[in-house]
């Protein structure tokens, strides 16, 4: 296989004058070329290197942004190892992330220097840059350097460490390598072929590794150009003005332009080749609606251990109860499965993730059979993958019956007037927790409704209302 640096020089050669990274200025699209991105790469890389960066682990906290796309391709081609985390990440969060790992350097936005400068006392040895304040200037020094700019090109070496949680005592850091990013490709382009024709309108956040490999990573394999969202205020317009071709979504977006949908925008929905959607389990009903609006619309399944996608949708397939099928690279289990066939989804391949670091090695999620991702599925013989709920989220009555906590919230949440509802265990029995308006005489007979649904030991036994206050937030 091929290393990002490898890409990179093929691709300065190949597609040098064509159009890559477009971001909005004073409300105007503006281009970079190839040849203008991996220069720009490269002599970022070099003055990282000067400045002694070389293995080392480099933090990304900011916004989306070209810069945060050159230093992400510069630190894992050529440099050491990224880590991205969620620019929403407070202080807090961050002092956990930098107990797991060491980090040599942190690349934040301006409008996170505060929170970067609280830790500077406690971290004296990490060097902290604002990425508005010194890109340019790297970029400059870079230039100037006769240093020679060799590539990481071990597939086995690891390029990015992303975190599971940056708020628990001990965040999870999931190494992956050269070799577990690029795994997938083969089996992605055999069902949908990106090209160099194509056009992808980026929104969600980059240090996700479901947009960071579908988004950004494989688009120096594919060679197709990058429009940037300038605001989540302006998705729709943008969409509309762009009319990409590939654009990777999550349902809670999907539900929004599903709000605002009219005939103009349901063309530029039609005009996308592929239109991904992953994150979070979809709502059938609307998959159904998009879809027999002809729109190309797939949704995805993977997690972060396994380099995002796990199942993806197959063009034109009409089941939709599914949410996906599985990668025919990667080995795809359930574990212990009940009569139902639903157990423990188990993924072994190239893009599973070695385990955890500083837990023990190998922590209990990863074994001999892989990476055990904690939701429970079942598998059909044809690949189809239907998943069923967190493992964690599962409740094992007296009678040793397991009931699977996501279904009864589904049914609780049908009813107009609920806003939340979260179901768990007492006494060995599931009960729930209500957001609603709804009365305790109203709520107990649309209870009976829904128990009227479910065999004995799903049923509901007890339910407890917090009020729902108008214009007020569900926590």
Same mark, same amino acid.
């Given at each position: 296989?091929?290393?990002?640096?490898?890409?990179?020089?093929?691709?300065?050669?190949?597609?040098?004058?064509?159009?890559?990274?477009?971001?909005?200025?004073?409300?105007?699209?503006?281009?970079?070329?190839?040849?203008?991105?991996?220069?720009?790469?490269?002599?970022?890389?070099?003055?990282?290197?000067?400045?002694?960066?070389?293995?080392?682990?480099?933090?990304?906290?900011?916004?989306?942004?070209?810069?945060?796309?050159?230093?992400?391709?510069?630190?894992?081609?050529?440099?050491?190892?990224?880590?991205?985390?969620?620019?929403?990440?407070?202080?807090?969060?961050?002092?956990?992330?930098?107990?797991?790992?060491?980090?040599?350097?942190?690349?934040?936005?301006?409008?996170?220097?505060?929170?970067?400068?609280?830790?500077?006392?406690?971290?004296?040895?990490?060097?902290?840059?604002?990425?508005?304040?010194?890109?340019?200037?790297?970029?400059?020094?870079?230039?100037?350097?006769?240093?020679?700019?060799?590539?990481?090109?071990?597939? %086995?070496?690891?390029?990015?460490? *992303?975190?599971?949680? @940056? $708020? +628990?005592?001990?965040?999870?850091? /999931?190494? =992956?390598?050269?070799?577990?990013?690029?795994?997938?490709?083969?089996?992605?382009?055999?069902?949908?072929?990106?090209?160099?024709?194509?056009?992808?309108?980026?929104?969600?956040?980059?240090?996700?590794?479901?947009?960071?490999?579908?988004?950004?990573?494989?688009?120096?394999?594919?060679?197709?150009?990058?429009?940037?969202?300038?605001?989540?205020?302006?998705?729709?317009?943008?969409?509309?003005?762009?009319?990409?071709?590939?654009?990777?979504?999550?349902?809670?977006?999907?539900?929004?332009?599903?709000?605002?949908?009219?005939?103009?925008?349901?063309?530029?929905?039609?005009?996308?080749?592929?239109?991904?959607?992953?994150?979070?389990?979809?709502?059938?009903?609307?998959?159904?609606?998009?879809? %027999?609006?002809?729109?190309?619309? *797939?949704?995805?399944? @993977? $997690? +972060?251990?396994?380099?995002?996608? /796990?199942? =993806?949708?197959?063009?034109?397939?009409?089941?939709?109860?599914?949410?996906?099928?599985?990668?025919?690279?990667?080995?795809?289990?359930?574990?212990?499965?009940?009569?139902?066939?639903?157990?423990?989804?188990?993924?072994?391949?190239?893009?599973?993730?070695?385990?955890?670091?500083?837990?023990?090695?190998?922590?209990?999620?990863?074994?001999?059979?892989?990476?055990?991702?904690?939701?429970?599925?079942?598998?059909?013989?044809?690949?189809?993958?239907?998943?069923?709920?967190?493992?964690?989220?599962?409740?094992?009555?007296?009678?040793?019956?397991?009931?699977?906590?996501?279904?009864?919230?589904?049914?609780?949440?049908?009813?107009?007037?609920?806003?939340?509802?979260?179901?768990?265990?007492?006494?060995?029995?599931?009960?729930?927790? *209500?957001?609603?308006?709804? $009365?305790?005489?109203?709520?107990?007979?649309?209870?009976?409704?829904?128990?009227?649904?479910?065999?004995?030991?799903?049923?509901?036994?007890?339910?407890?209302?917090?009020?729902?206050?108008?214009?007020?937030?569900?926590?």
């Amino acid at each position: 296989m091929k290393c990002i640096c490898e890409y990179l020089e093929e691709d300065y050669i190949k597609w040098a004058d064509r159009p890559y990274i477009s971001t909005k200025e004073n409300g105007t699209w503006h281009s970079r070329t190839f040849r203008e991105t991996i220069d720009d790469i490269r002599n970022l890389s070099k003055a990282l290197l000067e400045r002694g960066f070389e293995d080392k682990n480099l933090m990304l906290c900011s916004e989306n942004s070209r810069e945060w796309i050159l230093l992400y391709f510069a630190v894992m081609g050529y440099v050491g190892t990224c880590v991205p985390v969620d620019r929403e990440w407070t202080a807090y969060d961050i002092q956990n992330t930098l107990s797991a790992i060491p980090v040599s350097a942190v690349f934040y936005s301006r409008s996170r220097k505060e929170r970067f400068l609280s830790l500077q006392k406690q971290y004296p040895d990490i060097s902290l840059f604002c990425i508005e304040d010194i890109l340019s200037d790297l970029i400059q020094e870079g230039k100037a350097s006769p240093l020679p700019l060799p590539g990481r090109t071990r597939p %086995d070496e690891t390029a990015m460490i *992303l975190f599971t949680s @940056g $708020t +628990t005592n001990i965040p999870k850091a /999931i190494p =992956l390598t050269q070799e577990n990013l690029f795994a997938n490709w083969d089996t992605l382009y055999r069902r949908t072929p990106m090209t160099e024709q194509d056009i992808s309108y980026v929104f969600l956040p980059f240090h996700h590794v479901y947009t960071g490999v579908a988004n950004i990573l494989y688009t120096i394999v594919s060679g197709m150009q990058l429009f940037l969202c300038s605001g989540l205020t302006y998705l729709i317009p943008e969409l509309m003005e762009v009319r990409p071709t590939v654009v990777c979504m999550v349902p809670l977006f999907l539900y929004r332009i599903q709000e605002a949908v009219n005939d103009d925008l349901m063309d530029v929905l039609r005009n996308i080749r592929f239109l991904y959607c992953g994150g979070s389990f979809t709502d059938p009903a609307v998959k159904k609606y998009f879809i %027999d609006q002809g729109v190309c619309l *797939l949704e995805a399944y @993977g $997690t +972060t251990e396994t380099s995002s996608v /796990i199942a =993806l949708a197959l063009p034109g397939d009409p089941d939709l109860a599914a949410n996906g099928v599985v990668f025919e690279n990667l080995k795809v289990q359930i574990l212990d499965p009940d009569e139902n066939g639903v157990g423990e989804i188990v993924v072994a391949g190239n893009s599973v993730s070695a385990g955890y670091l500083n837990r023990n090695d190998r922590y209990s999620e990863f074994d001999a059979d892989g990476y055990h991702t904690g939701d429970l599925g079942v598998l059909s013989p044809d690949g189809h993958l239907y998943l069923k709920g967190r493992k964690k989220r599962m409740i094992l009555t007296a009678n040793g019956k397991n009931v699977y906590v996501d279904e009864l919230e589904a049914l609780l949440m049908q009813h107009p007037r609920i806003r939340a509802a979260v179901v768990f265990e007492e006494d060995h029995h599931p009960a729930a927790s *209500l957001t609603c308006n709804l $009365t305790e005489d109203e709520m107990q007979d649309y209870l009976a409704q829904v128990n009227d649904r479910l065999p004995g030991y799903k049923q509901i036994r007890r339910f407890y209302i917090k009020p729902d206050i108008p214009g007020g937030r569900i926590k």
